[in-house]
């Protein structure tokens, strides 16, 4: 039973650049949702997708953009990067029913130069 | 309104002992409260949670205590092994239409041979 997948695990950028990650859910779940953890503190909800659309987001700036497929997976997407979106992105996966629980991915560390 | 506030910060218990985490929150609409656990390098894995209709709730070496009216709910690991020894958050979810989740800060626990 595949759990939630994330790619790619690492990534460097510099400030100003955008970059994409990407979530697989873990098999027979339909909603995806984004955190981000900084470092030494709790996840923070970025958003959360359901049939392919936004349905709920948090505080964050539209920097932050995503994309739910008809497969159910996601990507996230953040421009114009800045030194402070250094962090752990997690994804972590649901079935739309319930809500719960969610079951999280081991994220992609991004680092911002 | 929308915090979770956990304490300790970090915790040392010998092996065998008890590790007691709390964590507290304010807004009535939650009605969700997991209990994740981390390891450096990977992503929160659920330990146990609990609905707010229920006090109590054993998996385990884990125990759920919820106060509804105390509005404050915590994790009792019992028999403490070095095994244990990760980051523990404490989350409330909300739901309806979408489920979200606010984490707490954490709590670093050491479990000393």
């Known amino acids: 039973d595949a759990g939630v997948t994330q790619s790619p695990t690492h990534l460097i950028k510099t400030r100003g650049q955008q970059v994409t990650l990407r979530c697989s859910p873990k098999s027979g779940h339909d909603t995806v949702s984004w955190y981000q953890q900084a470092l030494g503190q709790g996840p923070q909800f970025i958003f959360q997708y359901y049939e392919e659309e936004e349905r709920q987001r948090g505080n964050f700036p539209d920097r932050f953009s995503g994309h739910q497929f008809p497969n159910y997976s996601s990507e996230l997407n953040v421009n114009a990067l800045l030194l402070g979106d250094s962090a752990l992105y997690l994804c972590?996966?649901?079935?739309?029913?319930?809500?719960?629980?969610?079951?999280f991915g081991d994220g992609t560390r991004l680092s911002i130069l | 309104q929308q915090q979770v506030k956990q304490s300790p910060q970090s915790l040392i218990v010998q092996k065998g002992g008890i590790s007691i985490i709390n964590c507290a929150y304010e807004n009535t609409a939650f009605d969700y409260f997991p209990w994740y656990q981390q390891f450096p390098g990977k992503g929160p894995a659920l330990l146990i949670a609990?609905?707010?209709?229920?006090s109590e709730k054993k998996e385990g070496r884990f125990t759920i205590s919820f106060n509804k009216s105390a509005k404050q709910f915590s994790l009792h690991i019992m028999d403490s092994q070095p095994g244990d020894s990760a980051t523990y958050f404490c989350?409330?979810?909300?739901?309806?239409?979408?489920?979200?989740?606010?984490f707490g800060a954490g709590t670093r626990l050491a479990v000393h041979p």
């Open positions: 989350a409330a979810g909300i739901s309806g239409g979408y489920n979200k989740l606010i």
């Open positions: 609990i609905r707010p209709d229920v």
């Open positions: 972590a996966s649901s079935l739309g029913g319930s809500g719960w629980p969610q079951h």
